[in-house]
């Protein structure tokens, strides 16, 4: 038997290496989670009301990395409201201190690329309102931007790489609606939907 994984649209918006965590905090947390549309004014935002509970909402547009610094800073909106309810500043100190304490388990360069880590380090020493107003990370999450042309994947031939997302996969056989696909670095497989939008690696496949 095949073993394989699908890909949900939380895992997709995250770098692969913590997803899990990701995911795992919006278990603990059991918050309403909304990937928004584009918004000019906020990459996303936290809200509770009686009725409705904790809600999270990220920009679906920001690139995985971007996606992370910006979830994680909305559920240190909702870990901060838990411990504090309204009684402290909405950015700060007790804010800043839940902030680094839920990115400390990551601040891993096994798990996240280097240069981000480093950044990351002494941004979280003292957090901006907003991480665009804070230069050196705007700047390398920028490099992140993928400036790629998308394709659907039942145009590539198989066995032909591609990213999806933040994935580095080979497509495989056909399975219904949906391909078999192997991340090259893991081994895992994925079922992608064959109308999928990926960024193809130009003039490379694993034969």
């Known amino acids: 038997m095949v073993k394989s994984k699908r890909i949900q649209s939380f895992f997709d ?3 692969a290496s913590v997803a899990e965590y990701c995911f795992q905090l919006w278990q603990d947390y059991s918050f309403d989670f909304i990937v ?5 004014s906020k990459l996303g935002d936290y809200r509770f009301s009686p009725k409705k509970g904790h809600q999270i909402t990220v920009n679906h547009n920001l690139n995985p990395y971007a996606f992370l610094v910006t979830y994680i800073h909305e559920v240190a909106h909702l870990t901060t409201y838990l411990a504090f309810k309204n009684k402290v500043s909405p950015h700060g100190k007790e804010w800043k201190q839940e902030f680094y304490k839920l990115f400390e388990p990551i601040l891993d ?4 690329p280097e ?3 480093r950044v990351l380090q002494t941004y979280l020493k003292n957090p ?3 991480s665009s ?3 050196p990370l705007v700047e390398v999450l920028k490099t992140f931007d993928s400036e790629t042309p998308l394709i659907s994947l039942h145009e590539l031939a198989e066995n032909q790489l591609f990213f999806l997302k933040n994935l580095r996969l080979v497509k495989g056989k056909l399975r219904r609606t949906r391909y078999i696909c192997k991340e090259q670095i893991s081994g895992k497989l994925y079922l ?8 193809l690696l130009e003039n490379q496949s694993t034969d």
Do not use: D
């Not at 928004?36 to 000019?40: L, N, P, T, V």
């Not at 992608?192 to 960024?199: E, G």
């Open 128 to 130: 901006t309102a907003s």
């Open 133 to 135: 107003m804070y230069t």
């Open 13 to 15: 918006h995250f770098p």
């Open 36 to 40: 928004s549309k584009e918004r000019g």
């Open 109 to 112: 360069p096994e798990l996240l």
């Open 115 to 117: 240069p981000f880590v």
């Open 192 to 199: 992608v939907a064959k109308n999928a939008q990926v960024s």
